[in-house]
Structures are given as structure tokens and as C-alpha cells.
Nanobody, 119 residues
Framework: QVQLVESGGGLVQPGGSLRLSCAASGSIFSINGMGWYRQAPGKQRELVAT???????IYADSVKGRFTISRDNAKNTVYLQMNSLKPEDTAVYYC?????????????WGQGTQVTVSS
């Protein structure tokens, strides 16, 4: 079983910055993709950014140039640096990790962390 623990959410003013972290633990043999998704009230969950084991990244158009995804493979941790935050970035942010345990493949989701951008 693989667990994900997220941290770093909170309340920030427009134009401000936050850094989210998501650490994976458990019987992990290898991790492939790591990513961040978000869900605003009344809306579907959407992709924010992903990063592969080769450090290839994909960003939603709405966050390009403002958000940066990175990972620390030694710590099984993925980060999301969010700059120039806008009110429309307000949402619950979820991390997502896929890989293999010593037994089978896995896809895990974090519990979610609230990000609120408001003056």
C-alpha cells in the first residue's frame, strides 16, 4: 500500500506564492509519473501539471509560466511552486502518483489540500 501526504496549502493574496509538497511512502519499488490536479467548487477535477521519471513536464494552459512542478526522487516527493496566484486558482489540490510496489502497479491520490486566493 502506498500513502501520499500533502502539505503547503493555505490562504494567500492575489499575486502571492505557495509551494505544495506531496510525499509518497510505503512499499514502493519505483515511481513513474507524479502530478497535481485541482477541483474548484462545482467544477470537475482538472490536470494542473505532471512530471515523468525523466523529468518531462506538462502544464495546463491556465498555469503555464506561473506554476512549476518538480520532484525529488530520493525522497519520493513532488512539489508544485505556485507564483502569481489568481483568485481562479482557488481549489482543492490533489497529488497523484503512479508506479510499482514489489507486488503490483499502483495509482494513488493524496487527501487534498485547500488553496484559497483572496484579498
Amino acid at each position: 500500500q502506498v500513502q501520499l501526504v500533502e502539505s503547503g496549502g493555505g490562504l494567500v493574496q492575489p499575486g502571492g506564492s505557495l509551494r505544495l509538497s506531496c510525499a509518497a511512502s510505503g512499499s514502493i519499488f519505483s515511481i513513474n509519473g507524479m502530478g497535481w490536479y485541482r477541483q474548484a467548487p462545482g467544477k470537475q477535477r482538472e490536470l494542473v501539471a505532471t512530471i515523468t521519471s525523466a523529468a518531462n513536464t506538462i502544464y495546463a494552459d491556465s498555469v503555464k509560466g506561473r506554476f512549476t512542478i518538480s520532484r525529488d526522487n530520493a525522497k519520493n516527493t513532488v512539489y508544485l511552486q505556485m507564483n502569481s496566484l489568481k483568485p481562479e486558482d482557488t481549489a482543492v489540490y490533489y497529488c497523484n502518483v503512479d508506479g510499482r510496489t514489489f507486488v503490483a502497479g499502483f495509482v494513488s491520490w493524496g487527501q487534498g489540500t485547500q488553496v484559497t486566493v483572496s484579498s
